[in-house]
């Protein structure tokens, strides 16, 4: 059954590790994602973002596939199926559909405004048994179509929010969606200790995981980040290898346009690259 990503990332803090979500668009993304974790007995959290859950034909469509996934797998480890830079709207549609956690991006409004809707859901998410998720400061990049210019966050603002009781903080330190670019500053450790040393124990939330150097990546766990997602770097390790699977021409050889051999070598990519993720972040054996 799927948990709240409370408890473990309360673990992950306080073993200083960090829990990794991976972003979903599809059935091979899902399997591939869970297949992995039970194998690595990692807990995990499965990130859906409003374009990829509009794509799966909606959210009860995509609980519903991982709820029955996790069912026939027999998947024994920690899963939360969790909101990505959710609207208010989108947070209410995910809260009805069985979603265990969500996020609510609130970091495009007035800090004033992002306090009073993030209380409003934290007040729902208790009622239900879930996790939530709050930011302050954007994520610079775009991804399906949320666009951050990528501002480190105000550790007092951070503060704000953090009393309110969400279970999880994402808080811009320079960190971006999608590919970093070869003039990228790094992460700001100056701001996310000020924020660290302000918000406790909360478990800190990295977006933007793909492309972090590996010291910068530790070095991140070590000051409170116990939740990193990770869904660009799967999206290309998928690409690279069905592009290969192409250009040899498997796809043309015997029935190799199947799909389920045609998607076969993505879906093992994507299981490679979780698997490195989850050995990178500590959360491997976690789950024992």
Same mark, same amino acid.
């Given at each position: 059954?799927?948990?709240?990503?409370?408890?473990?990332?309360?673990?992950?803090?306080?073993?200083?590790?960090?829990?990794?979500?991976?972003?979903i668009?599809?059935?091979?993304?899902?399997?591939?994602?869970?297949?992995?974790?039970?194998?690595?007995k990692s807990?995990?959290?499965?990130g859906?973002?409003?374009?990829?859950?509009k794509?799966?034909?909606?959210?009860?469509?995509?609980?519903?596939?991982?709820?029955?996934?996790?069912?026939?797998?027999?998947?024994?480890?920690?899963?939360?199926l969790?909101?990505d830079?959710?609207?208010?709207?989108?947070c209410?549609?995910?809260?009805?559909?069985?979603?265990?956690? +969500?996020?609510? *991006?609130?970091? #495009?409004?007035? $800090?004033?405004?992002? &306090? @009073? =809707?993030?209380?409003?859901l934290?007040?729902?998410?208790?009622?239900?048994?879930?996790?939530?998720?709050?930011?302050?400061?954007?994520?610079?990049?775009?991804?399906d179509g949320?666009?951050?210019?990528?501002?480190?966050?105000?550790?007092?603002?951070?503060?704000?929010?953090?009393?309110?009781?969400?279970?999880?903080?994402?808080?811009?330190?320079?960190?971006?969606?999608?590919?970093?670019?070869?003039?990228?500053?790094?992460?700001?450790?100056?701001?996310?200790?000020?924020?660290?040393?302000?918000?406790?124990?909360?478990?800190?939330?990295?977006?933007g995981?793909?492309? +972090?150097?590996? *010291?910068?990546? #530790?070095?991140? $766990?070590?000051?409170? &980040? @116990? =939740?990193?997602?990770?869904?660009?770097?799967?999206?290309?390790?998928?690409?690279?290898?069905?592009?290969?699977?192409?250009?040899a021409?498997?796809?043309?050889?015997?029935?190799?346009?199947?799909?389920?051999?045609?998607?076969?070598p993505?879906?093992e990519?994507?299981?490679?690259?979780?698997?490195?993720?989850?050995?990178?972040?500590?959360?491997?054996?976690?789950?024992?």
């Amino acid at each position: 059954m799927l948990v709240s990503a409370k408890e473990m990332l309360d673990k992950a803090v306080a073993g200083h590790y960090a829990v990794g979500q991976f972003n979903i668009n599809n059935l091979e993304w899902t399997k591939s994602i869970l297949l992995t974790a039970e194998e690595l007995k990692s807990p995990v959290i499965l990130g859906v973002s409003e374009g990829a859950g509009k794509y799966m034909t909606g959210f009860k469509t995509v609980a519903a596939m991982v709820k029955a996934m996790m069912e026939e797998l027999n998947i024994t480890v920690p899963v939360a199926l969790h909101l990505d830079h959710g609207t208010y709207e989108g947070c209410k549609k995910c809260i009805d559909a069985g979603f265990s956690s +969500i996020m609510f *991006d609130g970091s #495009k409004y007035p $800090i004033e405004e992002n &306090v @009073a =809707k993030t209380k409003e859901l934290i007040a729902i998410c208790r009622e239900k048994g879930m996790s939530i998720e709050a930011e302050v400061g954007s994520i610079g990049g775009e991804e399906d179509g949320v666009i951050g210019k990528g501002e480190c966050a105000d550790p007092n603002e951070c503060k704000m929010i953090a009393d309110l009781g969400v279970d999880m903080l994402a808080a811009g330190i320079g960190n971006i969606h999608g590919k970093y670019p070869a003039n990228w500053e790094g992460l700001s450790f100056e701001t996310l200790d000020a924020i660290q040393k302000l918000t406790g124990d909360m478990p800190l939330v990295l977006h933007g995981g793909t492309g +972090i150097p590996e *010291d910068m990546i #530790k070095k991140a $766990i070590s000051l409170g &980040v @116990a =939740k990193i997602n990770v869904n660009t770097e799967c999206q290309l390790s998928f690409a690279d290898a069905t592009r290969k699977y192409i250009e040899a021409g498997k796809d043309l050889e015997g029935k190799g346009y199947d799909p389920r051999k045609l998607l076969k070598p993505g879906a093992e990519a994507i299981q490679a690259t979780v698997k490195e993720k989850m050995e990178l972040f500590g959360s491997v054996g976690k789950a024992e």
